[in-house]
């Protein structure tokens, strides 16, 4: 049982080189879709490993055993073993729900002051203008959703290069992608490695952006004049911190996305392996968690004597 559930907590480690290449080689929706479902399989086997060191080594202590209704000894590895794997599993649980508890309060502050914010400019349809010296301009998710853009930001841009820009914050909302930035944002607190995965979805969701917004316009070189000038324009601005789940225009690798939109599909090629790799690594994971849990709960049945060794 335990060495099952230790790959469920090696495994998350392999996922940010291939989260990289899958945005490389595949289609960014598919990237998009791909990894943030690793990522979401990846988090959830890693706790359910951690849930299961922390009830073995409890169920090793006199008073949980009673508890548990123990008859017979749990069959385990040695207690020098399981008994600090189980202390440090109790750790890292307890620092994950810190650090999502943290990270909670914080993202619905700033949430709701962005919402307040946009309540208070002039709209027109989805598009809420705020007066900021601090150019900037991300989508709003909500009811309603909003296309929320700084006075500052629009002086920086010509009428088509706005056109795109807006067409592209539409498309976060059209496409839903706070909630792939939220599942990433999860599954970085329940995993160390997959905090670099999170940059990866981030990315994913702007190229995704890119693309829909360079189809609306119709033209793939506006579209990459538009981000470039809209990031060079909020470069080094200060101003209030946007939830992790809002995804705004200047996010991620700029360069990169510039390079994307200049060079259609010249990047895409042999990504079947990738994901491939990918499918592999989630569920070599899923089936070690279950499989190791339902070893665990068999153990323990054992141990009730509710069945013969």
Not at 122 to 142: E, H, N
Not at 186 to 215: I, K, M, N, S
Not at 284 to 301: K, N, P, Q, W, Y
Request: net charge positive; with cysteine; proline share 6%.
């Amino acid at each position: 049982m335990t060495a099952l559930l230790i790959l469920p907590l090696l495994l998350p480690f392999a996922l940010p080189a291939l989260a990289r290449r899958a945005l490389d080689r595949l289609a960014p929706v598919a990237a998009l879709w791909a990894v943030t479902a690793s990522a979401l399989a990846l988090a959830v086997c890693s706790l359910a490993a951690l849930g299961a060191f922390v009830l073995t080594g409890l169920l090793k202590l006199p008073f949980f055993a009673s508890l548990g209704e123990l008859i017979r000894p749990l069959h385990t590895a040695s207690d020098r073993f399981v008994l600090p794997l189980a202390a440090l599993s109790v750790g890292a649980l307890a620092m994950s729900a810190w650090t999502l508890v943290r990270s909670v309060s914080r993202q619905v502050r700033a949430f709701r002051a962005a919402r307040s914010a946009a309540g208070h400019g002039p709209a027109a349809g989805d598009l809420c203008v705020v007066d900021s010296p601090r150019p900037d301009a991300y989508a709003l998710p909500g009811r309603p959703h909003r296309i929320v853009v700084t006075t500052a930001m629009l002086r920086n841009l010509d009428g088509g290069e706005r056109e795109a820009l807006f067409a592209h914050e539409r498309a976060h909302n059209a496409g839903g992608h706070h909630y792939f930035l939220a599942v990433a944002e999860l599954a970085a607190h329940c995993h160390p490695a997959l905090r670099r995965v999170r940059d990866v979805v981030r990315l994913a969701v702007e190229r995704v952006a890119d693309e829909a917004a360079a189809r609306v316009v119709g033209d793939r070189r506006l579209t990459a004049r538009a981000i470039a000038r809209a990031a060079l324009a909020g470069q080094g601005a200060g101003g209030a911190e946007r939830p992790a789940f809002v995804p705004g225009a200047v996010s991620g690798p700029v360069p990169r996305r510039v390079e994307a939109l200049l060079t259609p599909g010249g990047r895409r090629r042999a990504g079947g392996w990738v994901a491939a790799l990918l499918v592999a690594c989630t569920g070599l994971s899923c089936i070690a968690s279950v499989t190791g849990m339902a070893d665990f709960h068999h153990r323990v049945e054992v141990a009730q004597g509710e069945e013969g060794r």
